[in-house]
C-alpha cells in the first residue's frame, strides 16, 4: 500500500500519494485503480456506499488530488492502493472498514437528515394560506379559539420534522464536542436541552461520555438537568469519560435551583406558583406541615379535589388531614406532580406516595411512578456501587397543559364557547374554577385568577396591583373586581387567555400579527416565540423580507434565523430586488459607528448558511455562485464588508 501525506493549502487538506508530483499533471502520471474512503460526511456523500471499494477514475473521472480536495471541516482518512499491491490493501481495507462500520452509519443517517433539510425548507402544498397574500398590516379577520373538545392545535408537519432535525443535530453535536453548534442550536434555533432519544438519553450524557468538558459546563450553566441521587443524575456520573467531568458535576449538584429547565418560563412560573403559593385561596394542613395551594389547579388536575372541593371541603380555607398514613413529604410529592407534572420523591416515601395517590384517583400517576421503578431497579442492578435515593418523574406536557387549558375554556364567556364543537356532556361545564378577577373586553366578561396573569405577566401583574377597580364589580360574584381592556378585540384577548393557562394557543396567519403585536404589549416573550413560529412556516420569496423586519423588530431570534436561512437558499433571485438592496443598506447603516470594512450582520449571517451545509463538490460550486452574486451586489452598492 502506498502511504499518504497531507499538504495544507489555503484552508484546505490535498491527500497525495507519497510517489506523486505535486507539481506535475497527476492525471497523467499517477492511476490507481481503487481508492477506499472512510469517513466524513462530505466523501460519503460522494461515494453511495463509502465503505465499499470503488472503481477511481471510472466513478469519479478526475485525479485524487482533485477528488479529495476538501474543505477544513470534513477532514478524510483514506488509503490509496495501486494494481501492483491488491491482496495486501484488500486485508487492511477490511479491518478498518469493521472498524469504521458504526461511524458510517451514523454519518449517512446525518446526511440524509440534512438532505430532507434542505427540502423541507418550502412551504408546503397543503398549506391555506397563500404566502404571497401574508398581510402587511394587522388584519381585520378574526379566527375562533380553540376549546378543549377541539384537537389540540397540530403543528405544521414540515415545522415538526424540523425540530426533529434540530434535536437530532443537538445530539450528534454533543457526540462530536461541537460547542459552537450547539450554541447556535440553543440560543439561535431554541432547541430544549433535556430531550430523550430512544435510548432514554440526554444531550448532557453523551456530552460527559465523549469526554467534552467544555460542552458540559455550557449544558449545564444552561439548563441541562443532573441532578445527584437520581437515576438521570447518576447515569450522567456514572457514565463521565474523565474525573474533571464528575467533578464538574459534582459541584453542580443542586445545578438548579428550580429543578426545571431555566429556559421553559412555563415550568418555571408552575413550579413558582407551587413554591411561593402567590393568590393562593386554600391551605391544607398535615401533620403541622402546611401547604399553600389553588383550589382552580387542584380541581382541573384532579377529579377527587374537584369533588372534595365542592362537598367536604366546600367553602373552607384551611384543610387539616389528620390521617396517619398520609406522609407529609408524599402529600407535597403528590401536589407536585399537580402543579408541574414532574416529581421528585425520595425511595423511603414511594409506598406513601403511591397509596396517596390512589386515593386521589390518580390512576396515570400510578402507573408512571411503576415504569419509573423498573427502569431504576434494571440501571442499579447492573450498576455495581450505583444508589438511586430520589425517583424522579418528568412531566408529561401535553396532558398538563390540556388539563390546565380547562381553566381558559371555563374563563370564556358562555356567548363565546358557542360554535365550536363542545360536546354536551363536556367535562368543563361542571368544573368549579373559583375566579378571583373578571377582565371586560368588547363587553365580554372573562373570569380569570389573578395567579395565573399575575405569574404569567409583569403587565398584568402591575395593572392588578394597582389597579383602582374603576369598573365595578360582578353583580353574580360580588368581590370579584373587574377590569377594563382596551385597544384588544376579544378574539385576540382569547388567544392570549389560552396561552396564558396552558403555554399554547392555536394561531392562524389571520390573527398572528395581532397576537404578536399584544404579546409584545403585555411582555409575553413566549406568546411572541410562538407567533414567530407560526410565521415561520410561511416563509417565501414574497414575504422573507418583511419578515426578518418582523423579527428583527419583535426580538425574535428563531425566525430571523429562519429567515436568513431562507434568503441564503434563493440569494441569486434575491439579489435581484431593489427591497434587497435596500434591506442590506439599512442594516449597514444600523451598525454605530460603523467604518467602511466593518461587517453587516445580515450579510455575515447569510454568509454563514450559504457556506454551513456544504458537503459535495457539486454543493461547493453553488455556494461559489450564490457568494458571488452577493459579493456583486455588495460591490454595486459600494459596501465593503
Not at 594 to 618: A, C, G, K
Request: proline letters at 4%; aromatic letters at 8%.
Amino acid at each position: 500500500m502506498k502511504p499518504i501525506r497531507i499538504r495544507s493549502d489555503n484552508n484546505f487538506h490535498w491527500l497525495i500519494g507519497d510517489d506523486v508530483d505535486t507539481t506535475a499533471n497527476t492525471s497523467n502520471e499517477h492511476t490507481y485503480d481503487r481508492i477506499v474512503v472512510y469517513g466524513k460526511d462530505m466523501l460519503a456523500a460522494i461515494v453511495p456506499n463509502s465503505a465499499k471499494t470503488f472503481n477511481f477514475h471510472k466513478e469519479f473521472g478526475m485525479t485524487e488530488e482533485k477528488a479529495l480536495k476538501v474543505s477544513d471541516h470534513y477532514p478524510v482518512e483514506v488509503e490509496i492502493q495501486s494494481s501492483m499491491l491488491p491482496q495486501e490493501t484488500e486485508k487492511c481495507s477490511s479491518s478498518r472498514e469493521a472498524l469504521q462500520v458504526e461511524v458510517l452509519q451514523l454519518q449517512k443517517e446525518n446526511l440524509l437528515l440534512e438532505r430532507e433539510k434542505i427540502q423541507l425548507q418550502i412551504l408546503p402544498q397543503d398549506s391555506d394560506t397563500d404566502p404571497r397574500q401574508l398581510p402587511s398590516a394587522l388584519p381585520a379577520k378574526r379566527s375562533p379559539v380553540r376549546s378543549p373538545s377541539s384537537p389540540r392545535p397540530r403543528i405544521h408537519a414540515s415545522q415538526a420534522a424540523a425540530e426533529a432535525m434540530d434535536v437530532h443535530e443537538l445530539f450528534a453535536s454533543c457526540k462530536k464536542g461541537d460547542i459552537y453548534r450547539v450554541r447556535y442550536l440553543v440560543e439561535h434555533r431554541d432547541v430544549e436541552l433535556n430531550v430523550r432519544d430512544k435510548w432514554d438519553s440526554t444531550p448532557l450524557y453523551y456530552a460527559c461520555l465523549c469526554g467534552h468538558e467544555e460542552l458540559v459546563q455550557y449544558l449545564l450553566a444552561n439548563g441541562a438537568k443532573c441532578e445527584a441521587n437520581t437515576f438521570e443524575g447518576e447515569r450522567c456520573m456514572y457514565g463521565s469519560l474523565s474525573d474533571q467531568i464528575r467533578r464538574l458535576l459534582k459541584e453542580y449538584n443542586c445545578i438548579n435551583t428550580c429543578p426545571l429547565q431555566q429556559q421553559d418560563a412555563f415550568s418555571h412560573f408552575l413550579y413558582t406558583l407551587m413554591e411561593q403559593g402567590h393568590h393562593s385561596d386554600v391551605n391544607f394542613l398535615v401533620h403541622g406541615q402546611t401547604f399553600q395551594a389553588h383550589r382552580c389547579v387542584l380541581s382541573a388536575r384532579s377529579e377527587y379535589f374537584s369533588e372534595m372541593f365542592l362537598s367536604k371541603w366546600k367553602e373552607k380555607t384551611l384543610i387539616t388531614l389528620k390521617h396517619p398514613l398520609i406522609n407529609p413529604s408524599a402529600f407535597g410529592a403528590i401536589l407536585q406532580y399537580i402543579y408541574t407534572g414532574r416529581m421528585d420523591i425520595d425511595i423511603s416515601f414511594l409506598e406513601d406516595c403511591t397509596r396517596l395517590a390512589k386515593q386521589c384517583k390518580m390512576s396515570a400517576l400510578i402507573e408512571e411512578l411503576e415504569n419509573k421503578c423498573k427502569q431504576v431497579y434494571s440501571f442499579v442492578s447492573n450498576k455495581p456501587g450505583i444508589c438511586v435515593k430520589v425517583l424522579s418523574l418528568e412531566p408529561q406536557n401535553c396532558r398538563l397543559q390540556d388539563e390546565l387549558a380547562q381553566l381558559a375554556d371555563c374563563a370564556l364567556p358562555a356567548e363565546l364557547k358557542l360554535g365550536f364543537g363542545e360536546l354536551p356532556f363536556n367535562k368543563t361545564s361542571h368544573l368549579s374554577t373559583y375566579p378571583d378577577i373578571c377582565f371586560s373586553v368588547d363587553g365580554y366578561n372573562f373570569l380569570c385568577h389573578k395567579a395565573f396573569f399575575c405569574g404569567r405577566s409583569d403587565y398584568f401583574r402591575a395593572l392588578i396591583k394597582d389597579h383602582f377597580c374603576e369598573g365595578g364589580q360582578l353583580q353574580t360574584q360580588p368581590n370579584t373586581p373587574v377590569i377594563t381592556l382596551h385597544n384588544i378585540s376579544h378574539e385576540i384577548f382569547s388567544h392570549v387567555l389560552f396561552y396564558i393557562y396552558s403555554d399554547d394557543t392555536a394561531l392562524t396567519m389571520e390573527c398572528v400579527f395581532d397576537v404578536l403585536c399584544v404579546a409584545d404589549m403585555y411582555l409575553l416573550p413566549g406568546l411572541k416565540r410562538l407567533c414567530g413560529r407560526t410565521l415561520g412556516q410561511a416563509l417565501s420569496r414574497d414575504n422573507v423580507i418583511c419578515l426578518w423586519k418582523t423579527a428583527r423588530l419583535f426580538h425574535l431570534s428563531r425566525l430571523e434565523d429562519q429567515c436568513t436561512e431562507y434568503m441564503a437558499k434563493i440569494i441569486e433571485q434575491l439579489v435581484l430586488e431593489p427591497e434587497f438592496a435596500e434591506l442590506i443598506q439599512e442594516d449597514a447603516a444600523s451598525v454605530k459607528g460603523r467604518h467602511e470594512t466593518d461587517s453587516v450582520p445580515l450579510v455575515d449571517d447569510i454568509r454563514y448558511h450559504i457556506s454551513s451545509n456544504v458537503q459535495t463538490y457539486s454543493a461547493i460550486e453553488e455556494a461559489s455562485q450564490k457568494h458571488a452574486a452577493l459579493e456583486q451586489l455588495l460591490c454595486d452598492l459600494n459596501i465593503e464588508c
